[in-house]
């Protein structure tokens, strides 16, 4: 039997599907091997709520992570380690490029991603928006 997990951030109503027998978390767009997952505030992404489903799903103890994308994760828990270092690395460098002065989110994409291919730039900036409205929510920038 699957349990059904609320993991909203890269999207409201993203699910996950937990096999407690197995330890199997089937994960969606929540996690995948190999880069980090678009939070596209536009839609509805919320880094907030991302970085609580992360821990929401750390606590759980799967044993592997089945993404929608991507071969299966066989360490989970480093797997959201480097997910959530990363995000903590991104908001650093979006602070360090508004403290340049940049001030758009596609001004400070263009200072955190500098040598990202052109059709990537509105995620990149749609990104950059999901940071800087966790950082407004803590205060850190406004």
């Known amino acids: 039997m699957l349990r059904v997990i609320a ?10 599907f937990f096999d407690e027998q197995s330890g199997d978390l089937y994960c969606g767009d929540l996690a995948r091997l190999g880069g980090s997952v678009v939070i596209p505030a536009s839609k509805g992404g919320n880094l907030r709520e ?6 929401a799903v750390r606590a759980l103890h799967p044993r592997r992570l089945l993404p929608g994308h991507g071969p299966i994760v066989d360490d989970p828990t480093g797997l959201i380690d480097e997910y959530v270092a990363h995000r903590e690395m991104r908001d650093r460098q979006i602070l360090e490029a508004i403290a340049s002065g940049a001030r758009t989110p596609e001004q400070i994409a263009e200072r955190v991603y500098p040598e990202l291919s052109p059709t990537l730039k509105r995620a990149a900036a749609d990104t950059v928006e999901a940071h800087l409205r966790k950082l407004r ?3 850190r920038v406004r």
């Open 7 to 16: 993991t909203p951030g890269h999207a409201p109503d993203h699910l996950c």
């Open 50 to 55: 991302y970085l609580a489903s992360l821990e």
């Open 137 to 139: 929510e803590e205060r």
